[in-house]
């Protein structure tokens, strides 16, 4: 693998970084403070075409590869966490679920408007009683001859508020087990579909988090994605894309940090010279920019692996695993670098500092992703 990047790519990491230097960085810690929804901003990365980045044109996407999607999401990342995240869900798991495994007439009717920017999905497989154990799910779905009746709760929903097309994961046949589980398409504003009120989070505060209710939702027939009983290996196939998507989120925001880190330490005097020449400061900078390195080539190659058609199962988990433990370490030496203003909201690094942790609790836990990786490598 020659990660030497393309000309294209060069751009796309360019338009992104540009992006959010321009768009994002103007307002962050306010959006941050409020938790508001980069409403605005959101809609200016589906112009840009950054919502539907691996979609095919044929349905409204870019037709772009997944290295250039992994460079947006760092190059975002650095500066918005609550940004990049809305772009991560709506590629990795809501446009790819529906182009992979979505009819026709899903594609026609949900996965165009996704993928051009017109709207943002939402993918709903976390319960209050199954987070990481997707086999346990209390959302029903009854089958009624023309359509499934939906009942249950979804929490932790990215976009739950904000959405306007949701992926739901629920069980038909629980004498089945994991092989009775169902995938379905619900639009906002079906009969007996409420949204909760808006999680208040330590970190990624700008994101649009919440639980969402099922009252005997009346789902189309046609708005079940694949087979019956094949809503299971649906998640597990979307989240194994998803764990690439948040491992260059996690990247990002690592980088972000040391970036900051960086400029502070050159600048920043100390017993009469710049703290980067205090051998103590500077190898904190050389740690982190080697961890840096090292899951930036490991979210690159989990990337390369998809785009070649290779099994990404293992990679995958790596990446996701070591990113979110490089965003941690490098945020909280970061905010060591900057001393007291490490602890001030201006320096951003504070912000980065809590956004790092989701990392490693979305899209499956570090114990989750320990548990693909001993399977793979033990198989």
């Known amino acids: 693998m020659l990660f030497q990047l393309s000309e294209e790519q060069l751009m796309i990491r ?53 290295l250039s999607y992994v460079l947006v999401m760092e190059e975002l990342s650095k500066i918005d966490a609550s940004a990049s995240v809305v772009v991560s869900v709506n590629n990795s798991l809501v446009c790819y679920g529906l182009e992979a495994y979505g009819s026709e007439f899903q594609k026609e009717k949900y996965l165009v408007p996704l993928a051009s920017g017109q709207q943002i ?7 209050p009683e199954a987070g990481s154990d997707a086999t346990s799910q209390h959302t029903t779905a009854e089958d009624k001859g023309d359509y499934y009746l939906l009942n249950g709760t979804k929490n932790w ?7 306007s097309t949701y992926l739901v994961i629920a069980q038909t046949h629980p004498e089945l087990k994991h092989k009775g589980i169902n995938a379905f398409i619900v639009e906002k504003g079906m009969e007996g579909f409420s949204v909760g009120p808006k999680e208040n989070k330590m970190g990624i505060r700008g994101s649009d988090t919440h639980s969402l209710m099922f009252d ?7 708005n079940r994605i694949g087979e019956d009983g094949f809503g299971f290996k ?16 996690a990247l990002g925001i690592a980088a972000g940090a040391y970036e900051l880190a960086l400029a502070y330490a050159k600048q920043r005097k100390s017993f009469g010279k710049p703290i980067s020449d205090h051998q103590v400061i500077a190898f904190k900078l050389a740690d982190m920019a080697t961890q840096i390195e090292a899951a930036r080539m490991l979210v690159y190659k989990a990337a390369w692996l998809k785009d070649q058609g290779l099994s990404y199962t293992l990679a995958g988990s790596m990446a996701k695993l070591y990113a979110s433990k490089v965003a941690m370490d490098v945020t909280v030496e970061a905010v060591q670098v900057h001393g007291g203003y490490g602890f001030v909201k201006e320096y951003h690094v504070e912000r980065l500092m809590r956004d790092a942790k989701i990392t490693q609790i979305y899209e499956g836990t ?14």
């Open 14 to 66: 360019q338009a992104a970084r540009d992006f959010a230097e321009h768009e994002l960085k103007p307002g962050v810690i306010e959006r941050d403070e409020k938790q508001k929804f980069p409403a605005e901003q959101v809609a200016k990365l589906g112009e840009l075409g950054f919502l539907g980045m691996m979609v095919s044109e044929q349905y409204g996407g870019s037709g772009l590869d997944a």
């Open 121 to 127: 999905g939402a993918f709903c497989l976390s319960e």
């Open 157 to 163: 929903i990215t976009n739950g508020g904000t959405a």
């Open 216 to 222: 005997d939702v009346k789902v189309p027939k046609e």
């Open 234 to 249: 649906f998640a597990m196939k979307t989240l194994e894309g998803g764990r690439i998507g948040i491992a260059a989120q």
């Open 366 to 379: 570090s114990e989750i992703q320990q548990l693909v990786i001993s399977r793979e490598i033990l198989r």
